[in-house]
């Protein structure tokens, strides 16, 4: 492994297009376990870098995935896996957007265009996937109390690993992340945190903290090691084209606001060697001890890391591999809760997403060339509805609207800029984003708290005892409901009603359409109390939106057919594109099916598989139907139930979400409570996590898509 006097400089390579066929790649072929990383020199490293992110440009515009994180995290994988030992050495990183290319350098470089795909690499870190993926994670701000968990593992099993946790700015706003750091102080552990800084989550880094490290890197100085182990301060060259220092200026302190705080007693002497040291022109080099011991106790102690009791390096250039390499050499010396900071560009070396980070967070597939363009048309997506839905309602003083760093998927960007004094994106911090509600409640505002499914998990007590239990009149308006394809069951929004309907003063709806949850929006935030709507990742069934009020009924659901009546509204969701095919049914079309007066079933749908659910009950013999739009989970409409159950044989529940605990459950325990003894059959999604695919192939998996419903419905009438 070369020595940092060996090592040479290396600018990362800009590219433009993103290649279409596999790019040549002769230095990092002779990879496929980061033990082959240990044979290659300095310069073949930074070539490798560079092959690497052409590779990763190449493979992504094949599977689709996320884009920029990885990107940005090249030069760093490179060199984590280069000083490591890894598998024996462990490396946590945070949330799993940044790791395709720990992928390709562990073993899994010819898979990685099948990430996303079924049965394909998931797409994050996954144990069962790899004995390199040492946690499993897809939620950020995870990696700090792993990391500590498995440093002391090895410390009480008196072994010798090394422990390095990779999280970014964006995750450490998490409560969670300072939680494990202040016990990783307490427990004295070996631990090495690397705080992967590119000023983003998926939206802008915004509050406090990124304020904090905004001044750490402007002021042009970093905490460094020399070769002994020592650590010093030296002056880092910062551009004034930087894009951090740029976004940042009129947050970080700059060259003046430094100097004015360094107290008069120390002479006019230091405040000009200082004063050149930060100059524009001043090369890279140590400060004397004198004036390095002045600094730090004058202008660097507001420095979060150290005050908690973290040996704090940096911050560093997270695109200088040689730099890097030298700082993981040094720091694999040190004991003790080790902070390295280093600063990163997300979409690094593509230039349309350094450009626009946001848009290349995530792409999907290039098209084929020889892929035919269609003209069909397509549905809104939920959440541009609810979007929609909240700009209509932007004028209502007192609605406010919070997020936790979801403002682009949540189709929130147009009510920020319209009301910016009324949206409030908390960053990743889901627990204080419902706590935070419950006290604009108290104070006479109207909260409407945007959040996936998977994510409210996160903020279940403070729902439960900070909202619920004190009635207080807030709206979650949860999105990514039900599966959600590709990011597999890490973010699958399917225990939402189990934990949510047994809170008491909640009332829950499930919308079947678009229509429908515009409407139901409606109906919720006029409850005064807790309420919550889910709807699903992706687009509607193409119905037209109504947007007079309609003042549905809390709690009462509809009928929407019966057998020989007119087929209602019905639509395709079976596209692998992700976009619906509408097919409007001719008014005067009627299907009349021949039935036995001795079987009826009566189906009730919770949410969107309506759709599907109708189709497939057309095709069934022998059984008269009557489907119900039931719209509310909570209240439950048990007047419905008692009407229908009079002359039905056999009851069906349909939902796309767990059985256990889920809408079914609700009919049947009303059922056994009120004494009605009939056949029931849950359509759900069974007792396990459900692996990533497109989400029609996990419809079909779970067997609530068209053909697994009528299948199961057959088999259970018959």
């Known amino acids: 492994?070369?020595?940092?006097?060996?090592?040479?400089?290396?600018?990362?390579?800009?590219?433009?297009?993103?290649?279409?066929?596999?790019?040549?790649?002769?230095?990092?072929?002779?990879?496929?376990?980061?033990?082959?990383?240990?044979?290659?020199?300095?310069?073949?490293?930074?070539?490798?870098?560079?092959?690497?992110?052409?590779?990763?440009?190449?493979?992504?515009?094949?599977?689709?995935?996320?884009?920029?994180?990885?990107?940005?995290?090249?030069?760093?994988?490179?060199?984590?896996?280069?000083?490591?030992?890894?598998?024996?050495?462990?490396?946590?990183?945070?949330?799993?957007?940044?790791?395709?290319?720990?992928?390709?350098?562990?073993?899994?470089?010819?898979?990685?265009?099948?990430?996303?795909?079924?049965?394909?690499?998931?797409?994050?870190?996954?144990?069962?996937?790899?004995?390199?993926?040492?946690?499993?994670?897809?939620?950020?701000?995870?990696?700090?109390?792993?990391?500590?968990?498995?440093?002391?593992?090895?410390?009480?099993?008196?072994?010798?690993?090394?422990?390095?946790?990779?999280?970014?700015?964006?995750?450490?706003?998490?409560?969670?992340?300072?939680?494990?750091?202040?016990?990783?102080?307490?427990?004295?552990?070996?631990?090495?945190?690397?705080?992967?800084?590119?000023?983003?989550?998926?939206?802008?880094?915004?509050?406090?903290?990124?304020?904090?490290?905004?001044?750490?890197?402007?002021?042009?100085?970093?905490?460094?090691?020399?070769?002994?182990?020592?650590?010093?301060?030296?002056?880092?060259?910062?551009?004034?084209?930087?894009?951090?220092?740029?976004?940042?200026?009129?947050?970080?302190?700059?060259?003046?606001?430094?100097?004015?705080?360094i107290p008069a007693k120390l002479g006019t002497n230091l405040v000009q060697n200082i004063g050149n040291l930060l100059g524009k022109n001043a090369p890279p080099m140590p400060l004397s001890d004198k004036i390095a011991e002045k600094l730090n106790d004058h202008i660097f102690p507001d420095n979060l890391f150290k005050a908690i009791g973290f040996t704090y390096l940096g911050p560093f250039d997270g695109h200088d591999l040689p730099k890097l390499l030298q700082v993981f050499e040094r720091a694999k010396q040190l004991k003790g809760a080790v902070l390295i900071h280093v600063h990163t560009v997300k979409g690094k070396g593509f230039a349309p997403a350094e450009a626009d980070p946001i848009k290349y967070h995530a792409i999907g597939k290039l098209p084929k060339t020889d892929t035919p363009k269609t003209d069909k048309p397509t549905a809104k997506k939920y959440s541009d509805i609810f979007g929609e839905w909240l700009m209509d309602k932007g004028d209502d003083p007192k609605l406010v609207a919070i997020t936790p760093a979801m403002c682009e998927g949540s189709g929130m960007v147009e009510f920020a800029k319209r009301y910016p004094a009324k949206f409030f994106d908390v960053a990743i911090a889901e627990q204080h984003a419902v706590t935070l509600a419950g006290g604009m409640a108290t104070g006479g505002l109207k909260p409407v708290v945007a959040i996936y499914s998977t994510f409210l998990q996160r903020g279940y007590d403070q729902f439960v005892h900070d909202v619920a239990l004190q009635k207080l009149d807030v709206t979650f308006a949860i999105d990514r409901a039900g599966l959600v394809g590709e990011d597999g069951a890490t973010h699958a929004g399917v225990f939402d009603l189990a934990y949510l309907r047994c809170v008491p003063n909640v009332i829950i709806a499930t919308?079947?359409?678009?229509?429908?949850?515009?409407?139901?929006?409606?109906?919720?935030?006029?409850?005064?109390?807790?309420?919550?709507?889910?709807?699903?990742?992706?687009?509607?069934?193409?119905?037209?939106?109504?947007?007079?009020?309609?003042?549905?009924?809390?709690?009462?659901?509809?009928?929407?057919?019966?057998?020989?009546?007119?087929?209602?509204?019905?639509?395709?969701?079976?596209?692998?594109?992700?976009?619906?095919?509408?097919?409007?049914q001719a008014q005067d079309e009627r299907k009349t099916i021949q039935t036995n007066s001795n079987k009826h079933l009566v189906l009730f749908n919770f949410g969107t598989r309506l759709a599907d659910g109708l189709k497939a009950v057309e095709k069934l013999e022998n059984v008269s139907v009557t489907v119900c739009d039931m719209r509310w989970v909570k209240p439950l409409d048990t007047a419905l139930i008692d009407k229908l159950a009079k002359t039905a044989t056999h009851i069906a529940t349909l939902e796309e979400h767990q059985i256990m605990g889920g809408a079914g459950s609700a009919v049947g325990e009303y059922l056994a409570s009120a004494g009605i003894t009939l056949p029931i059959k849950q359509l759900g999604i069974a007792d396990k996590f459900i692996a990533h695919g497109s989400h029609a192939e996990q419809l079909a998996e779970c067997g609530i898509d068209e053909k697994g419903i009528l299948e199961s419905l057959t088999k259970f009438i018959n």
């Open 1 to 261: 492994m070369p020595t940092s006097a060996t090592m040479p400089s290396h600018q990362p390579k800009t590219f433009t297009t993103i290649p279409t066929a596999r790019p040549h790649t002769p230095t990092l072929d002779r990879v496929d376990l980061p033990c082959d990383l240990k044979s290659l020199n300095a310069d073949e490293l930074c070539v490798l870098a560079d092959e690497l992110r052409e590779y990763l440009l190449w493979s992504v515009g094949q599977s689709g995935g996320h884009f920029g994180a990885n990107l940005g995290v090249v030069e760093l994988t490179v060199a984590l896996h280069a000083m490591y030992d890894t598998p024996y050495d462990k490396l946590v990183w945070d949330v799993g957007h940044q790791a395709y290319a720990h992928k390709v350098l562990t073993g899994r470089k010819n898979e990685l265009p099948s990430i996303r795909s079924k049965q394909g690499l998931t797409a994050f870190p996954e144990r069962g996937e790899s004995e390199y993926d040492t946690f499993g994670v897809g939620h950020s701000s995870t990696s700090i109390s792993a990391g500590l968990g498995m440093s002391l593992a090895s410390r009480i099993l008196g072994e010798n690993r090394k422990v390095v946790s990779i999280i970014g700015d964006g995750a450490m706003t998490g409560g969670m992340a300072f939680e494990a750091m202040n016990d990783a102080v307490q427990q004295n552990a070996d631990l090495t945190v690397v705080l992967n800084d590119n000023d983003m989550s998926i939206s802008q880094a915004i509050g406090g903290f990124s304020r904090h490290l905004a001044r750490l890197w402007q002021r042009g100085l970093a905490f460094d090691m020399d070769k002994h182990g020592n650590i010093l301060m030296t002056k880092r060259e910062i551009s004034t084209d930087d894009r951090r220092v740029r976004h940042y200026l009129h947050m970080a302190t700059d060259a003046k606001e430094t100097l004015e705080k």
């Open 511 to 584: 919308p079947s359409d678009e229509h429908e949850c515009y409407q139901l929006l409606n109906a919720c935030y006029d409850y005064q109390g807790t309420s919550a709507i889910r709807y699903p990742r992706g687009a509607g069934v193409g119905r037209e939106i109504v947007k007079t009020d309609e003042k549905f009924e809390i709690g009462k659901g509809r009928i929407v057919w019966q057998s020989g009546q007119e087929k209602p509204f019905v639509v395709s969701q079976s596209n692998h594109d992700g976009f619906s095919d509408v097919l409007r």
